[in-house]
């Protein structure tokens, strides 16, 4: 037997590697700063960069890119691609959107702008009935609902001024889905079946997304889109003229002129993405860059921060009925100047610095009441209005040098107007409802615009989409945007305090509850989740309070130190937050 003293040393000898890891552990949950292991929520976490969208294939295409070395534009223009094939609901080459970028080598920070614009024979009368009343019907699903799309030349655009690979490596992974098929899933075929009755009034839609019978894919079964290969293969080849000035472009044209529609070979021909100078604002210390106009969603989101600033948010508590009464009131404030100031800068003077002015916060805030909701008829002028469902999708990316995109894109509607120009794969879409066709008459979101908003040819209708970059000393520190049409903003406002405010990590801060107000109408919208007792004291305060649907997608990244976190939201199923 061995001396007592031996035992003891190997006793001692088996604790201590059982003390270093023990020791290591802590140490690494210390060092790894924004990991908190009592988190209700993990977010996904890597080192070098991330992708996240709401789609497995263009997550995975941007993270190949990353991974060879491309840098975040590069990853986020392969995304996007990619779900004009995998996401047709949102991502057809046939929309627009806006991409956010910041380089924190060059400090540069540039606004895609590559939102629809209305064709130049469009009228607000074409919109109307014999009444004289908007007509959904026309700005919603016929031909004439679709604006000139953006999307290719947009995202071309970004690659040619900030990538570093080819259009036809960007191409790549986009023209072998679309060639040779990906599983349907669920949330495809239900959000398919959802639009089959619209749907049949374009044969080519239903050909591409349904089988021969009409019949709805079975998960697991192939989606191929050959037709849209081909239009991916002559942009591969020709660059995006092939399609504003060339083969796509005829198709389109005479898709046009078979049907009443108004895009024509001048306007796709004309049509440019624009390089704009994002908002910038800033929140107890975080620098917020975000979309100038044509969308309203940068200038809202500031001129919220701005005025919630004012108010101790993080020690009112997350969702109280205290914070929440601050922020509807904030977000009531806001919707109302959207309603009035925002438009198409390139038409319409729009007074962005005032809007996003602490100041103008500090004026606009003062008249909030601590205890109560102020009627939204106190507030400027509007009227009723339904909400509808419609689609978006937003992805984030970064990169290892700590470059950062936040893209934003849109058909408007699931799948646009439905309808699919013949022989291309590219769905229309319905972004004209966007324009306040008649002053004062709520659109799709029940949004009500003015004179600001409303339809001229070559105008881009005002948008909500709203990716963000948020920066901490200097380095993008969060990188977010949703979707949720009018929800959007908001939406991403409570990303944002859900980080600051309330400490939360980027899963938590994604999958928390959210409420929502946008003056018009004046109601409080919450997710399910709200406590009983707080819903009664925000009826109590004066709120129509109404609990329904799940508002908006979130596509985060949090990146502290060299540490990089990310959340895709469970609202909707199929997206992926990956890193390496
Ligand atoms: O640009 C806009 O604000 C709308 N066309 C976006 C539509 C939308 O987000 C629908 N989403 N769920």
Excluded at 312 to 318: I, V
Aim: with cysteine; proline share 6%; net charge negative.
């Amino acid at each position: 037997m061995k001396p007592y003293s031996s035992r003891l040393a190997m006793k001692l000898g088996l604790l201590f590697p059982i003390l270093l890891f023990l020791t290591i552990t802590a140490a690494e949950g210390k060092e790894r700063p924004g990991f908190d292991p009592e988190a209700r929520f993990h977010p996904v976490y890597a080192e070098h960069g991330m992708v996240v969208s709401e789609s497995v294939y263009a997550t995975r295409a941007g993270l190949e890119v990353l991974r060879e070395g491309g840098n975040a534009v590069d990853a986020a223009v392969t995304a996007g691609f990619t779900m004009a094939v995998t996401y047709p609901r949102a991502g057809s080459l046939g929309g627009g959107g806006f991409m956010l970028i910041y380089l924190p080598g060059t400090k540069e920070a540039a606004a895609i702008d590559y939102r629809e614009k209305a064709p130049g024979a469009a009228r607000s009368s074409m919109y109307l009935n014999e009444k004289g009343e908007a007509n959904g019907e026309k700005s919603l699903h016929h031909i004439i609902a679709a604006g000139v799309p953006g999307t290719v030349a947009g995202l071309a655009l970004a690659l040619d001024k900030y990538g570093t690979i080819t259009l036809e490596r960007a191409l790549r992974p986009a023209i072998d889905l679309a060639e040779n098929g990906f599983p349907a899933d669920e949330e495809l075929i239900r959000s398919l079946s959802r639009v089959k009755e619209r749907m049949k009034v374009s044969p080519d839609s239903m050909k591409i997304f349904f089988k021969d019978g009409g019949e709805s894919y079975a998960a697991g079964e192939p989606l191929i889109q050959k037709d849209l290969a081909r239009t991916l293969r002559q942009i591969a080849e020709s660059g995006p003229d092939a399609f504003y000035k060339g083969a796509v472009s005829e198709k389109i044209t005479g898709f046009m002129k078979e049907k009443g529609g108004l895009i024509t070979k001048e306007d796709l021909a004309s049509y440019e993405a624009i390089v704009r100078k994002p908002v910038r604002g800033n929140y107890r210390g975080y620098d917020i860059y975000s979309m100038p106009p044509p969308s309203s969603g940068g200038v809202l989101l500031i001129e919220m921060l701005n005025m919630l600033e004012r108010f101790p948010l993080g020690a009112y508590g997350h969702n109280s009925a205290r914070t929440i009464h601050v922020m509807a009131e904030c977000m009531k404030l806001a919707y109302a100047d959207r309603s009035m100031y925002l438009g198409d800068p390139d038409f319409v003077d729009v007074p962005v610095s005032r809007l996003i002015s602490k100041e103008y916060a500090r004026g606009l805030s003062a008249g909030i009441d601590p205890e109560r909701a102020t009627p939204s008829d106190m507030m400027p002028p509007g009227g009723k209005a339904p909400r509808e469902g419609g689609n978006t999708t937003h992805f984030s990316v970064i990169d290892k040098w700590g470059n950062a995109v936040s893209n934003t894109y849109t058909l408007n509607f699931n799948y646009g107007t439905g309808l699919t120009v013949p022989g291309t794969g590219v769905l229309l879409n319905n972004e004209m409802d966007d324009f306040s066709i008649t002053p004062g008459v709520p659109n799709a979101y029940g949004l009500t615009g003015g004179e600001y908003n409303a339809l001229a040819p070559g105008k881009r209708m005002l948008s909500s989409m709203t990716p963000t970059i948020v920066l901490r000393d200097g380095k993008p520190f969060l990188i977010t945007g949703s979707v949720g049409g009018s929800l959007i903003i908001s939406t991403v406002l409570q990303v944002l305090t859900n980080v600051i405010d309330f400490g939360m990590n980027v899963a938590e801060a994604t999958f928390a509850v959210r409420v929502h107000h946008q003056w018009l109408p004046d109601e409080l919208l919450t997710e399910r989740g709200l406590s009983a007792d707080t819903v009664k004291l925000l009826s109590d305060m004066g709120y129509s309070v109404v609990t329904g649907d799940t508002m908006g997608s979130a596509q985060s990244i949090v990146k502290i130190g060299d540490y990089i976190y990310g959340a895709t939201d469970p609202r909707r199923p199929g997206g992926l937050a990956e890193g390496y």
